[in-house]
């Protein structure tokens, strides 16, 4: 499996609802990561997980909670969230440094419309 | 601070060559290209982790520049189906993890 698998592709949520994203691989990558991507930029790094411990944060705000329960799985949980959130959410894995150095494997991502 | 690309975007016919450039004002520890389709995942094309490495495969290879922290990517005899955004990266290293931060990105278009 050389994948990693995004739920759901799309999802509208209202700016009082709470909602999940869900990322999932089993390339036996020990980092994983949130992205997230405006139309005609690039990606920007939210969080990064490694050994399933939250590694870094850039300074997002506290509407967004990941959680990575176990090596396979990282969850972006959304609450009370703008309009200004709307975006694609993509998720990431790779190997962690020092190991072969590899690129990272993207998801499809999650198209975000927050209304 | 992203690293900057340039040209912002290019249309080449089918056959054409072409070159992304990507710069950075800070220390290129290891750069990364990816290539998006809109609205599809950006996909790992390649890395390149000392200064003076090159590598390719395909028609599509690229260079890395440490001392002057750039690296360029080379489209050789272009396909339509190397249309898309391309990215470089650099991915440094903190503590157990590592941060890549994307370039500002070049949109290609192949056309007949």
């Known amino acids: 499996d050389t994948e990693v698998t995004q739920t759901p592709k799309h999802l509208v949520m209202g700016m009082t609802n709470k909602k999940s994203l869900k990322c999932e691989q089993h390339?036996?990558?020990?980092?994983m990561y949130w992205y997230k991507q405006k139309a005609k930029k690039p990606p920007e790094l939210m969080f990064v997980?490694?050994?399933?411990?939250?590694?870094i944060n850039e300074s997002v705000p506290s509407r967004f909670s990941p959680e990575c329960p176990n090596s396979s799985l990282l969850n972006l949980h959304l609450h009370a969230l703008q309009p200004e959130d709307s975006a694609l959410y993509l998720c990431?894995?790779?190997?962690?440094?020092?190991?072969?150095?590899?690129?990272?494997?993207f998801g499809s991502g999650t198209r975000l419309t927050v209304v | 601070q992203q690293p900057v690309q340039s040209p912002q975007a290019v249309i080449l016919r089918e056959g054409e060559d072409a070159v992304i450039n990507c710069s950075s004002s800070?220390?290129?520890?290891?750069v990364h290209w990816y290539r998006q389709k809109h609205g599809e995942a950006p996909v790992f094309l390649m890395i390149?982790?000392?200064?003076?490495e090159q590598k390719g495969h395909d028609k599509i290879s690229a260079s890395f520049n440490e001392k002057k922290q750039q690296s360029s990517l080379y489209l050789t005899a272009s396909q339509l189906s190397y249309s898309g955004t391309y990215f470089c990266?650099?991915?440094?290293?903190?503590?157990?993890?590592?941060?890549?931060?994307f370039g500002t990105g070049t949109r290609l278009q192949v056309t007949l």
């Open positions: 800070k220390a290129l520890y290891s």
């Open positions: 997980y490694s050994y399933e411990k939250l590694s």
């Open positions: 990266g650099t991915a440094i290293p903190t503590g157990t993890a590592s941060k890549l931060t």
């Open positions: 390149l982790l000392k200064g003076g």
């Open positions: 390339m036996g990558h020990r980092a």
């Open positions: 990431a894995s790779s190997h962690l440094p020092g190991r072969d150095p590899i690129g990272y494997t």
